[in-house]
């Protein structure tokens, strides 16, 4: 499943729900397993933005962020949509 392109933890896609994050990503088609590092039972997610971010877009990162945090993650399991945030 692709991070931006797919629907996994939202009723949409993340590309669709947050367009100004979208914008400022790296890795625009790269799976969901590129996006975060796993060590234990901690998930630390990597935005790969192209530059640093303005005053005005912390707070939309800061929501993005708070979905993905809510979002659950199995690597034992094969890619599917585990949650909703939209």
Request: proline share 3%; aromatic share 12%.
């Amino acid at each position: 499943m692709l991070f931006w392109k797919d629907v996994w933890c939202c009723e949409c896609p993340l590309e669709a729900a947050f367009p100004t994050i979208y914008n400022l990503a790296g890795k625009k088609n790269g799976p969901i397993n590129h996006h975060f590092t796993y060590s234990g039972d901690l998930v630390s997610w990597q935005l790969h933005l192209r530059r640093n971010l303005n005053d005005w877009e912390i707070g939309e990162v800061a929501a993005f962020m708070q979905i993905l945090e809510n979002s659950w993650i199995n690597i034992d399991i094969e890619d599917q949509r585990c949650s909703m945030c939209c």
